[in-house]
């Protein structure tokens, strides 16, 4: 494991005003969104997708410092036939990928998943290395139960504990392989839970990952956190103010992420997308933290962009306006520098 190296490259993965795009939606996954726009997924497709956000040059080169990449991606090439993965090292934003096979129905803990992916990781962080990934990503999924009509209360204290403990050993897995690992433990948002709740679940999923990190071995120096923010659920009906999702959330990361810890990479959860940037700019107009905060966002960077380009090449250079626009708002937020005259001046 070469330390200076890892801590390089998770220095890089968040420069102020810079942050990470998550790309790296399934093919299951990116099916649904181009279902959303009623356009059939095909590999073709994907790549024109994907191609086109890659080469938005000044998105790229000024706000993205890294882009998350699905298996697939990290071996497409462009239609000119430059590998994905150059087009990405031409703006100078570092190849990433999700490693993890995703959240499954976890044995013993109805209505709980637990992420699988640690068999044969050695091996696939080899091959991903020499295709040019510095940087991975593992996804646990914790979700809140509705009290109200839920048989169990969840999350229960053995999937947490299941899902951090995997989450270090992948940590662990990768700074072998000299990649930096994403650590990205997701408290869903999509109940009725309040704020507090979200704050409880979040602290106790953080304290026990970073205990589980500590026993594996893993060096915090060369690792990058995903979180999500505190939130109320959707569906509650009292909704904080941003103030309060900034202030929480802050308090949260403080009361359990080390400061050895480079910096913080948010996922956007299913935010709408101005309130993800929102609320990341709040975090650090409040400041005084040991890691800088910013983002790793998929919905969030891409939703616009994908209904503006909406399967067809003549929207292009619109839907290349529409991502510049959200990743530069976002660069601007983790920097606690971004205002609403700014996001409505377009
Ligand atoms: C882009 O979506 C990622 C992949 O999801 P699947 O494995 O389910 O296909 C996802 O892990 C994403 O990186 C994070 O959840 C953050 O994305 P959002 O959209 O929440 O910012």
Avoid at 48 to 61: C, H, P, S
Avoid at 89 to 101: F, L, N, Q, T
Avoid at 150 to 168: C, E, F, M, Q, Y
Wanted: hydrophobic share 40%; proline share 4%.
């Amino acid at each position: 494991m070469n330390l200076e190296q890892l801590n390089n490259i998770a220095v890089k993965m968040v420069t102020p005003g810079q942050g990470l795009l998550a790309a790296d939606e399934s093919t299951g996954t990116i099916k649904k969104r181009f279902d959303s726009i009623n356009t059939v997924s095909t590999e073709d497709k994907r790549r024109d997708w994907r191609e086109m956000l890659f080469r938005t040059e000044d998105a790229m080169k000024n706000h993205i410092s890294g882009v998350i990449l699905y298996d697939e991606t990290l071996r497409q090439s462009a239609k000119d036939g430059t590998p994905l993965v150059d087009l990405i090292r031409s703006h100078d934003a570092i190849p990433g990928i999700k490693v993890d096979m995703g959240a499954k129905p976890m044995a013993g803990r109805p209505g709980e998943t637990i992420t699988e992916g640690l068999d044969g990781l050695r091996a696939r962080l080899a091959e991903y290395y020499d295709l040019g990934a510095r940087f991975a990503k593992w996804r646990a999924v914790i979700e809140i139960s509705n009290p109200d009509t839920a048989d169990r209360v969840t999350p229960s204290w053995g999937a947490i504990k299941a899902n951090t403990h995997a989450l270090a050993r992948y940590a662990a897995l990768c700074q072998e392989a000299n990649i930096v690992p994403i650590v990205e433990p997701e408290v869903l948002m999509g109940g009725y839970h309040g704020i507090q709740t979200c704050h409880d679940v979040t602290e106790n999923v953080l304290k026990t990952l970073y205990s589980d990190l500590y026993e594996q071995g893993v060096i915090l120096e060369g690792t990058i956190l995903k979180p999500n923010m505190v939130v109320a659920g959707k569906r509650c009906p009292t909704q904080p103010s941003v103030e309060e999702v900034a202030e929480r959330t802050v308090q949260v990361l403080k009361d359990c992420v080390p400061s050895a810890v480079p910096g913080i990479a948010f996922l956007s959860g299913g935010q709408d997308n101005v309130a993800a940037t929102e609320n990341l700019n709040a975090m650090n107009e409040i400041g005084g933290f040991p890691w800088n905060l910013t983002y790793s966002y998929g919905r969030a960077l891409q939703q616009s962009a994908l209904f503006t380009w909406a399967g067809d090449s003549a929207n292009y250079d619109a839907a290349q306006k529409a991502f510049h626009h959200r990743a530069r708002m976002n660069g601007l937020a983790s920097m606690g520098q971004w205002s609403a005259e700014q996001e409505a001046a377009g």
